[in-house]
DNA sequence: TATTGTTATACTCTATAACTATA
DNA sequence: TATAGTTATAGAGTATAACAATA
């Protein structure tokens, strides 16, 4: 039996969740970003990318909150997806101090190509382990990060990078 | 059946691994940090103590190789740790561009502590979930991550943070 | 000539404060 | 008076370059 005072068990980094979490996300980024760099894109604006996929019109504002991000912070990432010609800015007739933004057609085809990309990057990821292990993991994920942000889920609070 | 072009399965976050590894990362490291703040370290500090204390004399050199950081980033951090009584620089006699980095005795009376306290914050993020699916997300990022890097594990490569 | 620790500097990312135009 | 977007600025975090001491 090992005590608390061994140091070995203690150096192992693989046993230790906060390792593996953070490795395991860095990697998953990684795959991401190179999956979607052909596109002009990063996996922080396919998360944009995928609120304003949504369907209902958006402002600025909205996609910041959605993203978890600051209003300032999303006017870089608008700029260069407008740059590209991913997303159009307009003004609201209803209220002129908003945004609305909204995908080209050329970022809907950017955006499909783009969930292509990125389900494949996710399988690439998760190559290592079967199926069913996969969901698994999804599963406990899923049960440890709402119970961080009860009442959040699918409606409104923070989306993902990638 | 929804079709890859629905938009509402693409806007769930927690549908897509990427925005629940990161989230369940960050959750955990905010446990990590809030309970190590009353011992005057951060996750990062546990995790050079961590390689400190695995018994070997050494080098800054080899505990920022450990952590994945750059040696000019491990000067400050190691300061810190100085100034706190937690560590001990010292020349190495049979090389003196070195410096032998050690824990003091209230250092090792710090990580003992840390480590208590790392393993509640680790037990209160698992709170959510059965023992079983803690032990087999365990099981499931290590093969991720070894997969990640092969021929890495318990000796060298980086270390983690919490 | 190469390596360790150090310092100074630059770069990335993001948040805070202040300005404008609208409400 | 408050809000959306913008801009300028500052802070955390980390990497790169250059330097002194040593090998």
């Known amino acids: 039996m090992a005590t608390v005072s061994t140091p070995a068990a203690a150096a192992d980094p693989h046993d230790?969740?906060?390792?593996?979490?953070?490795?395991?996300?860095?990697?998953?980024?990684?795959?991401?970003?190179?999956?979607?760099?052909?596109?002009g894109i990063d996996g922080k604006d396919f998360g944009a990318l995928r609120v304003l996929a949504g369907?209902?019109?958006t402002s600025q504002l909205q996609v910041?909150?959605?993203?978890?991000?600051?209003?300032?912070?999303?006017?870089a990432l608008l700029d260069a997806l407008e740059r590209k010609g991913i997303v159009a800015r307009r003004p609201d007739p209803a209220d002129r101090r908003r945004n609305i933004v909204e995908l080209t057609e050329?970022?809907?085809?950017?955006?499909?190509?783009?969930?292509?990309?990125?389900?494949?990057?996710?399988?690439?990821?998760?190559a290592a382990i079967d199926p069913d292990a996969a969901a698994q993991l999804r599963r406990?994920?899923?049960?440890?990060?709402?119970?961080?942000?009860?009442?959040?889920?699918?409606?409104?609070g923070p989306a993902p990078r990638g």
């Open 16 to 39: 230790v969740l906060g390792y593996l979490l953070k490795h395991a996300n860095q990697r998953l980024a990684a795959l991401t970003d190179a999956a979607l760099a052909p596109l």
């Open 106 to 126: 050329q970022g809907h085809e950017t955006f499909a190509r783009a969930r292509v990309e990125h389900a494949g990057a996710e399988g690439r990821f998760l």
């Open 55 to 57: 369907g209902e019109p």
């Open 64 to 75: 910041a909150q959605r993203l978890g991000v600051d209003r300032t912070t999303m006017v």
């Open 140 to 156: 406990t994920l899923r049960a440890l990060v709402e119970r961080a942000e009860p009442g959040t889920p699918p409606g409104p």
